[in-house]
């Protein structure tokens, strides 16, 4: 019943920014954190933002600095406003949800494409 739909990818120049949004809708028994991963083509996702119940966030090293992961808790939305987007950063970015109180229970959503052309 748990869904979430990401949104804001698309092309981008070396220098600009994007914002990725993500709506988290159905039984949420408890939001324990969200995050944004990537996977480039070819290659393993990686975690690239978390951000935790409490609000403390941490980051990949190579974006830090450059994004900012924040988070609706009204709306169980958490958004990653990119800046500065380098060529390395073109991926699909996912994003994920752990949730639960006795059990954890992760969630994905479908990945929304980001393209950052020199």
């Known amino acids: 019943q748990v869904q979430l739909v990401e949104s804001g990818g698309g092309v981008v120049q070396a220098g600009g920014s994007l914002r990725l949004s993500c709506v988290a809708s159905g039984n949420i028994e408890r939001i324990n954190s969200m995050a944004w991963y990537r996977q480039p083509q070819g290659k393993e996702r990686e975690l690239v933002a978390r951000?935790?119940?409490?609000?403390?966030?941490t980051y990949v090293d190579s974006v830090a600095g450059r994004f900012t992961i924040s988070r609706n808790n009204g709306e169980n939305t958490v958004h990653l406003q990119m800046n500065k987007l380098e060529v390395e950063d073109t991926a699909v970015y996912y994003c994920?949800?752990?949730?639960?109180?006795?059990?954890?229970?992760?969630?994905w959503g479908q990945g929304t494409q980001v393209t950052v052309s020199s």
């Open positions: 951000i935790v119940a409490e609000g403390r966030t």
């Open positions: 994920h949800l752990n949730s639960g109180v006795s059990f954890r229970y992760i969630y």
